[in-house]
């Protein structure tokens, strides 16, 4: 989606679409195995050197289930404000600067979508497997107990340089 700064005034730009963020890479985020669709509503005011658009979105996306590793599909639902500035001098995190004549708002939007991904998803339904099913549940203490123990590699002798 974008939004040409000629097209921006102090009255309201309200933009409806649907955006296609499925061109975006998921690798860095295990939970997340597609984004399905997204419908976004976006409500754009200038004013001054400022830009604001206050984005209201709506997405479909399949995730993996934490348990079961079986994928499902979940829809979420974000609202949110950004700000762009012609201000080149600009330090705050928060306002991005402009850079040409128009805003490309895929990006911001598939970032604003990340956060909304939760980092242990769960399916509706799905339960923890049980003990004793191929599974093995330990507590911190345990795990940090057992750690080096049955090491494959503890009866292999490395020979040293001379």
């Known amino acids: 989606m974008r939004i040409?700064?000629?097209?921006?005034?102090?009255?309201?730009?309200?933009?409806?679409?649907?955006?296609?963020?499925?061109?975006?890479?998921?690798?860095?985020?295990?939970?997340?195995?597609?984004?399905?669709?997204?419908?976004?509503?976006?409500?754009?005011?200038?004013?001054?050197?400022?830009?604001?658009?206050?984005?209201?979105?709506?997405?479909?996306?399949?995730?993996?289930?934490?348990?079961?590793?079986e994928p499902f599909r979940k829809k979420l639902r974000l609202h949110d404000q950004l700000i762009f500035t012609f201000d080149k001098e600009n330090e705050d995190p928060n306002i991005f600067p402009i850079n040409g004549n128009y805003i490309d708002l895929d990006p911001y939007l598939f970032g604003l979508l990340l956060t909304e991904i939760p980092l242990k998803a769960i399916k509706p339904g799905a339960k923890l497997p049980n003990v004793g099913d191929g599974v093995r549940i330990l507590s911190e203490d345990e795990y940090e107990a057992g750690r080096g123990k049955n090491n494959p590699f503890e009866g292999i002798k490395v020979e040293e340089d001379e």
């Open 4 to 69: 040409f700064l000629n097209e921006c005034s102090s009255k309201p730009l309200i933009l409806k679409a649907p955006v296609d963020l499925s061109t975006f890479s998921i690798r860095d985020n295990p939970t997340l195995r597609k984004v399905i669709s997204t419908n976004v509503e976006a409500s754009v005011i200038e004013s001054s050197d400022i830009i604001e658009i206050d984005v209201r979105m709506e997405s479909e996306v399949e995730l993996e289930c934490a348990y079961t590793l």
